[in-house]
């Protein structure tokens, strides 16, 4: 194990602490606990990363985003790698036509900037509850997957345990579920693990832009931006969820290129 | 000149068939189209009608969205709901400052990001390409718009040596001489180009230094190794060639990020761009606007990476003729 | 008057407000040269009267390109026939309950030399009026007709009697230019170069736009009423609140009339930027559903009863979240109340103090009790779970999920919906909430009580009465106040009423907080129509900086 892969895990496990502990242990991230006296306080033993404009505690704040954040990535990478799946083991699996077209639309698909195609969904749906959200976003990501999954499922066709199973009689949709989906799986491991990362970068931009979970909920994006006009009053309100989103990215990141070490040790 | 007319055809296909993608989806979203358009403003019916008609929302989906692409091709993208002014005006005065922070941020990234990356390569046991690689790892999982936001706290309003925001000086009396201009519009540049080639750069640069890696265990440079030719020829003759062949394919996955950038940079610097166009129209919820703004990226997109596989052909004779 | 706190200290300033024979700065001999940079949050893309949208960019930079007849005087009352002072019009007179006669200043020229004659302005009336044109029909409804009587003459006929027929008619209306106008298709206006260069009446005149940038006017030294202390005026298009700040912060900016209180220390803690305290004409409440959330046909089951409205009201800290939201000091008012209307109340707004004691009697003799102790109180079987309505801005999300937290506190659970501007106003319209964050612009005039809270409004579809407030009570009292000379016994009898029936929980009737950079003196910014007195500002001599020359 390198020291990369010992740091992505040791992030992991801070954040995934973070996520299933912290809400359990720290204050409502919603209470107002002083707005008179209390807002924009710098961190202190009472709030380890100081409180919002709303008096709010940040470290409260931070780790149910934390559950919003993760949650939604996780969701939305799932999405994309069953849509990715079942579009790529159709498209390397089906035979002319078929085949041509769903090539095409994995092209087409990667070829449009996901956050545009993005931004006009999300703008003409309006505010949209956090797991229709997550929907959305996996439901954008599915060609990269998919282009993957065709590919794998193309060069295992013709594989020797694939070829003895034809040879078997075994019938065509078996040979795929049981021999050629396992073995394209470990670089769908990999391609949904670095997912993670974009999937959280985007959300966080979406909420960025305001087109995320509504208020009072604590995205790290929604975080960001309800800090950014008093950045430099009070830092920390920036500091705080911007790290995390870079440590849980990070994460992912290195993970997935260790992943991607273990799983595929040929491919570059 | 066939393939030419292969990959042109090929970029015009995808571009169409996005532009219709994102014409059915604001048609077919839960709700009248016509009220998804209109986003809640307040119109009469004379002017609900005039919107009905030069939308199509009348109309059976084919027909409207047909109708759509035909006034896409005259030039037509509609009326922005927020301005009450045509879509493709408002685009046109948008487009060039777009186009001067994307082509500088795609330059700096192809020179710097992958001169850096062949480096790495080069030296991957040395302790500048261990700290090169970790950087490119936290840039890459760095957000654009909360490097901007740094970046800004700390050059424009802490140690206010850069403006925060904007274009270039407009309040320059119009007598000032060329360098005054010049330094102005660098230093507008400065903080959005920087935070673009931050946000970016870790593609290319892991891209590159991946290829030459690959590169550098080749039988042939090996020999060149052995031979004694100097290490900086063996990297100009031997590495540099070869792993630019993923560039191209790494354009298709490139230049839509730069446009991820774009929204979040721009918006934050307020760039008059396309990118914190669509940002603001997002959030006046404009959904023309929106729409023309996201075909108008999807079209330079595509002829982006048009461009680039076609100057590539022309410095490579390898891939002439394929 | 009002205070104007500097970075020394409070002072009293004197600001000379906008009066058509103020001192001519001409006059002093030297000119001095100067630049106002403000930002503005959007393009001002057709900045001409009647023509475009009117949003607030486009109107700021038509303030100083096209005359209004007349302005208001300090004190802002918008009653009787000298509420305004002489503008464009040199004086008028009435003929009878529904006429009357302006005279225009013979001094005014348009900007390409020709004279202002009462001509432009009955032409411009049918620009106003033509609905295909001019989208707000509903601000010039109460004139019949506008037209020429002699050279300068203007007659004007109302519909009806009133007590502000001086003040909807010259303040609301800017004449445009006949001349240049005549010949083109109405419709054409729009699209055509006078609307690309539009050429006015005003202090300033068009330089030039670049879209998405910049609108630039230039003084027009031959301004009637003598030339602009200011040389030159830049609107600035800084959609970003965050990035207005910056520039503001870095310099960039000259002056910004809403200064985010979180921000206040941070622009405070700079030398060159003073603070100005104005009064504003805005205000912010939580206005109760008198219908059901989702059927308009049938009551509100929270909000028909008084008990609870008052309830709500009481166990919000008012005055502590207006001060968090809009800044220190700011007034919280009981009913319907900018403070352009403090003159109501003898100059200052008052509102009860918190009681969360008396909330929580309130609400449980009024049958909401927490029977299952879940924290939430219910009745029947029915939880008070209310559904909450605002728009995304960062004030009114403030004040939302302030109130929501202190309504915790009181056992009732409100859920929060936000949405962009245009959705909000939607469900705004349409009723569609227990509890809206609205906020309001009001007019000058206390008469648009009529068409925010009367029952005529809550029966008409589309107004502003959106919770449909319904007290024929207090309509009596506003009858009465429309129909008398203005005494403002009348005017405080019907706040009064408005206070004691809590048709909403009113939050703050906020002041405009400006930071306005040092160099300026006599530097008025006004309520309403904040540069209508740009063209007094100027710079103190020997403070000009780089941009100034």
Redesign the interface.
């Known amino acids: 194990m390198t020291t990369q892969t010992k740091f992505g895990l040791g992030l992991l496990a801070l954040l995934t602490l973070l996520a299933v502990v912290g809400p359990l242990v720290a204050a409502d991230p919603n209470a107002q606990r002083d707005l008179l006296n209390g807002t924009l306080q710098p961190p202190s033993l009472a709030h380890l990363l100081g409180t919002d404009e709303f008096s709010r505690d940040v470290f409260s704040r931070l780790a149910s985003g934390a559950r919003i954040s993760l949650g939604v990535a996780v969701v939305a990478v799932a999405v994309a790698a069953f849509l990715g799946m079942v579009i790529g083991l159709a498209a390397g699996a089906s035979d002319g036509g078929l085949s041509g077209l769903l090539r095409r639309c994995i092209d087409i698909g990667l070829a449009v900037p996901r956050i545009v195609v993005l931004l006009v969904l999300l703008s003409a749906i309006g505010t949209v509850p956090m797991w229709l959200f997550a929907l959305v976003l996996g439901a954008t990501g599915w060609p990269a997957m998919a282009r993957l999954i065709r590919g794998e499922t193309l060069r295992l066709r013709h594989a020797q345990f694939v070829a003895a199973a034809r040879a078997l009689g075994a019938p065509e949709v078996r040979i795929l579920w049981r021999e050629i989906l396992p073995g394209a799986l470990p670089p769908v491991l990999v391609a949904a693990t670095l997912g993670v990362a974009d999937a959280m970068l985007l959300e966080a931009g979406l909420s960025f832009l305001g087109l995320g979970a509504p208020p009072p909920a604590a995205s790290w994006g929604g975080m960001l931006l309800e800090s950014r006009s008093v950045m430099a009053v009070a830092p920390w309100l920036v500091l705080a969820p911007g790290l995390a989103l870079v440590a849980a990215t990070s994460a992912a990141t290195l993970l997935g290129d260790a992943l991607r070490r273990r799983l595929q040790p040929d491919a570059k | 000149m066939r393939w030419l007319l292969r990959r042109g055809a090929d970029a015009f296909l995808?571009?169409l068939?996005?532009v219709v993608?994102?014409a059915v989806?604001?048609h077919l979203?839960p709700g009248d189209p016509l009220a998804?358009i209109i986003?809640?403003?307040?119109t009469?019916p004379?002017t609900r009608a005039a919107l009905a008609a030069s939308w199509g929302t009348d109309r059976p989906l084919y027909s409207a969205v047909g109708h759509y692409l035909a006034a896409l091709v005259r030039g037509d993208f509609g009326v922005a709901m927020?301005?009450?002014?045509p879509v493709a005006t408002?685009l046109l005065?948008?487009l060039w400052p777009t186009m001067l922070l994307g082509g500088l941020t795609l330059l700096i990234d192809f020179t710097c990001g992958l001169a850096l990356g062949l480096w790495s390569a080069l030296h991957p046991e040395s302790w500048r390409a261990r700290v090169l690689g970790g950087l490119t790892?936290?840039g890459?999982?760095?957000?654009s718009?909360?490097l901007g936001?740094?970046l800004?706290?700390l050059f424009?309003?802490?140690f206010?040596w850069l403006?925060?925001?904007?274009?270039l000086?407009?309040?320059?009396?119009l007598d000032a001489s060329l360098w005054v201009r010049m330094a102005d519009r660098l230093t507008h540049l400065a903080l959005p180009l920087a935070t673009m080639v931050l946000a970016t750069i870790a593609v290319p640069f892991r891209q590159q230094r991946?290829?030459a890696l690959?590169t550098a265990t080749q039988p042939w440079v090996l020999a060149a190794r052995a031979r004694g030719v100097a290490p900086a020829a063996i990297a100009w003759r031997h590495c540099w060639r070869p792993a630019l062949t993923p560039i191209v394919t790494l354009l298709?996955?490139w230049?839509?990020?730069l446009?991820?950038g774009a929204?979040?940079v721009e918006?934050?610097?307020?760039w008059?761009g396309i990118g914190?166009?669509?940002?603001?129209?997002?959030?006046?919820?404009d959904?023309p606007l929106?729409?023309g703004a996201?075909v108008l990226?999807?079209v330079m997109?595509?002829a982006g990476?048009l461009l680039a596989d076609l100057l590539y052909r022309l410095v490579d004779p390898t891939q002439r003729d394929r | 008057m009002w205070q104007a706190v500097s970075r020394s200290g409070a002072r009293l300033l004197m600001l000379a407000l906008a009066s058509g024979v103020a001192a001519s700065l001409g006059a002093q001999g030297t000119r001095v040269p100067g630049t106002v940079v403000i930002g503005t949050v959007g393009d001002p893309s057709l900045p001409v009267p009647y023509l475009g949208t009117m949003n607030t960019q486009n109107a700021d930079v038509g303030d100083q390109l096209f005359l209004r007849l007349g302005v208001l005087k300090p004190g802002f009352r918008t009653t009787g026939d000298d509420a305004l002072a002489p503008m464009l019009a040199r004086s008028w007179k009435r003929v009878d309950s529904l006429t009357l006669l302006f005279e225009l200043d013979p001094r005014v020229r348009w900007h390409d030399g020709a004279p202002v004659t009462a001509h432009d302005a009955a032409f411009t009336w049918s620009i106003a009026h033509n609905p295909k044109i001019n989208e707000n029909q509903a601000a010039i409804e109460s004139i019949a007709s506008v037209e020429e009587a002699g050279p300068r003459t203007v007659r004007v006929r109302f519909r009806r009697a009133f007590q502000e027929q001086v003040y909807r008619f010259a303040f609301d209306f800017q004449p445009l230019p006949s001349h240049l106008l005549e010949k083109m298709a109405p419709e054409a206006i729009a699209a055509s170069e006078f609307a690309a260069h539009p050429v006015g009446n005003g202090p300033f005149r068009w330089s030039r736009r670049i879209p998405g940038q910049l609108v630039e006017l230039l003084a027009d030294s031959a301004f009637f009423a003598g030339r602009p202390g200011i040389a030159r005026v830049i609107f600035r298009v800084v959609p970003d609140a965050s990035a207005r700040l910056n520039l503001l912060l870095s310099g960039e900016l000259d002056v910004m009339d809403n200064v985010p209180p979180a921000n206040l220390p941070q622009v405070t803690a700079l030398p060159s930027f003073r603070i100005a305290r104005l009064p504003g004409n805005a205000i912010a409440y939580a206005v109760f559903n008198q219908r059901s959330a989702s059927d308009s046909g049938t009551p509100n089951r929270f909000f028909t009863d008084l008990r609870v409205r008052e309830a709500l009201t009481l166990a919000l800290d008012r005055r502590t979240m207006a001060g968090l939201v809009y800044g220190p000091g700011t007034a919280v008012p009981d009913a319907a109340q900018s403070l352009l209307w403090s003159w109501i109340t003898g100059g200052t707004i008052r509102s009860a103090p918190p009681n969360l004691a008396k909330a929580r009697a309130l609400l449980a003799a009024a049958g909401w009790r927490d029977t299952d102790g879940d924290g939430v109180l219910d009745r029947g079987g029915v939880a008070f779970r209310v559904s909450v309505i605002y728009p995304d801005s960062p004030t009114r999300t403030k004040l939302a999920v302030q109130s929501q937290a202190m309504w915790k506190a009181l056992g009732v659970a409100a859920d929060l919906h936000s949405f962009p501007g245009p959705q909000w106003q939607e469900r705004h319209f349409r009723g569609e909430f227990d509890i809206d964050f609205a906020g309001a612009n009001q007019d000058a005039s206390p008469l648009s009580l009529i068409e925010a809270w009367s029952c005529a409004s809550a029966r008409r579809p589309g107004s502003l009465n959106v919770a449909r407030w319904c007290d024929p009570a207090f309509d009596q009292l506003l009858t009465k106040a429309v129909a008398g000379r203005g005494a403002v016994a009348d005017w405080r009898a019907v706040l009064d009423r408005m206070t004691s029936q809590h048709p909403a929980a009113f939050l703050a009737s906020p002041a405009i907080v400006a930071a306005i950079h040092q160099r300026y003196e006599n530097a008025p910014i006004l309520p309403a129509r904040q540069w209508l007195a740009l063209w007094q500002w100027r710079i103190r001599p020997g403070a000009a900086i780089a941009r100034d020359r």
């Open positions: 995808t571009a068939v996005a993608l994102l989806v604001v979203l998804v986003g809640d403003r307040e009469d004379a927020s301005e009450n002014r408002i005065e948008r790892v936290v890459y999982a760095l957000p718009f909360v936001m740094v800004v706290w424009a309003l802490e206010r403006p925060p925001a904007g274009l000086d407009q309040t320059l009396p991946a290829a690959a298709g996955l230049l839509p990020m446009v991820g929204v979040f918006m934050l610097f307020d008059p914190s166009l669509i940002a603001q129209a997002t959030a006046s919820r959904i929106v729409l996201g990226l999807i997109v595509q990476s």
